[in-house]
């Protein structure tokens, strides 16, 4: 399974725990930390465990590991590392204070 397949599973495990914002980003020939980003914001920590817990739950059903996690414990950014799939978990604040979404601008959306 590829990035942008993965993507789009986290994208439903987001949609299914009432993720806010969610953006898929294709960062193929723009990034050589991973080829695909996915981007959603929760209402709160619980919020935002309850995501992050859904999208490794969905993609571990695929066969697709986590690698590395950080930021489950304060739960204002939570980024969850499956290799070539990044996915940013935030607070509202948090996300309009590093605007992700703004740096990597030039990433195609994908929907």
């Known amino acids: 399974m590829n990035a942008l397949e993965a993507a789009k599973i986290a994208q439903e495990a987001l949609e299914d725990k009432l993720g806010q914002d969610i953006r898929v980003l294709d960062l193929k020939g723009l990034s050589n930390i991973a080829e695909c ?3 959603a914001s929760g209402n709160n920590v619980n919020h935002l465990r309850a995501m992050a817990d859904e999208i490794v739950r969905k993609l571990h059903q695929e066969n697709i590991r986590l690698h590395h996690s950080e930021g489950y414990s304060g739960a204002t950014w939570i980024l ?28 195609k959306n994908v929907k």
Do not use: M, P
């Open 37 to 39: 980003f996915v981007i």
């Open 80 to 107: 969850l590392d499956f290799g070539s799939l990044l996915v940013h978990l935030f607070n509202k604040e948090q996300r309009d204070f590093y605007g992700l979404d703004h740096v990597w601008s030039d990433a």
